[in-house]
């Protein structure tokens, strides 16, 4: 007989982090003493640790969702639906969700079940689905996908079981045409300018093995991106995305901070060249009209467990081709508009990032003009189809215009720093 577990341990790598319990739909995390004792202790997540570094430890029940750092783990909306369909268990019930998948999380996270057997916790394989899918890995983000295995060919193969791929491959959308290739050209137009991406390669649907038979009758190109969370040998890096470090569910991820915030939290914890790099990451997604760059979309990576660094770019879509009314994700020198773009924006937007306006305006203006000399190298009239291409074109050549890189205007008197704290 199958049975639910109520306790599930929480590890980074083979260090015990704490545990779940699950009491008729309460989800209670606790920290176990080992790892609260331990100075070194590898870094779970920025959202449980206090302005001085030190372990918040007394963390607060939640009803039916877990606390919002392993609700960040799971999938959401399509997805979710899909793989809680193919678990056979309710999306809204996220500790059990956690359950299916925590084998094969985001980062170093692994979730495993304590308490009660092996054939207990699985019962019948013949019968449980979720045992036989490929989906018994958790990717959090909406848009179809799985984890993947290269071969020694040019395809990709899905692991029977979904554990233990390397590579992210994202399905083709069955609502906007060529996203693959979007954010395939988009990513190598990140990499021109010097801005980390993980390799990445275009596959015709055809080429992927072991494909469930719904995605397997989608049609066209999809994107396979080399995991930067997995390393040689299957070592695994941990990870977390700026909505985890903010302590926010991953409804809020459009809400409550804005682009000073997120810049200040990446240059206080990772160094100010690295709030730089978000700058000029910003740029980029401004001029080619990215209005899904959310928090949820920009992390941290611990190589060694408790260095912070700023995680490769990934999800860079030009939006604006399916969306032309589209707006920034979050507020950029106060306004969500693309444009304009000029010193007086740059300035309010550096005086919240804890930035100095001159370097933080200087990036804007070098990773602007360099966007646009990089944008007529790029081969990406020859891979997005003509019609997508060309709207993604005339929003590039509008941010010519719209960027007003002129000499800095009269001085301003100094505003006081920000105080949002993590």
Known sequence: MRQRPHILEVSLNDDVVGTITNVHDRNIFVFDEAYRANANRPILSLGFLDTTGGLISDVRPTQRELHPYFSNLLPEGKLREYVSEAADINPEREFHLLWALGKDLPGAVRVQVIGISEQEEHGDPETLRAE?????????????????????TAGMTIPVNGLGGDWILKLPSATHDAVAENEFVMLGLAEALGIETPQRKLLDISEIQGLPDGPSQLKGNALAVRRYDRAAGGRRIH?????????????????????????????????????????????????????????????????????????????????????PNDKLALNFGESKNFFPVDRERSNRFAAKARLAEEEVWNEIAETAAKTWDEWKRSPASDIIPAEIYGRINAQIEKSMTEFVLDPAPAAKPDRPPATEQV
């Not at 991820?253 to 100010?272: C, E, I, M, P």
Request: charged share 20%.
């Open 132 to 152: 036989h899918s490929p989906l018994k890995f958790s990717l959090a983000g909406v848009q179809l996908k799985f984890s993947a295995l290269a071969g020694a």
């Open 239 to 323: 990870q977390e995305d700026l909505n985890q470090v903010f302590v926010q569910y991953p409804r809020d991820k459009y809400k409550k901070r804005n682009f000073s915030n997120l810049t200040a939290v990446v240059a206080d914890q990772a160094g100010v060249a690295a709030g730089l790099d978000v700058v000029r990451r910003l740029t980029l997604n401004t001029i080619i009209g990215n209005g899904d760059m959310h928090l949820k979309n920009w992390s941290f990576v611990y190589p060694d467990g408790r260095t912070r660094k700023l995680a490769p770019a990934y999800d860079y879509v030009a939006t604006i081709p399916y969306l």
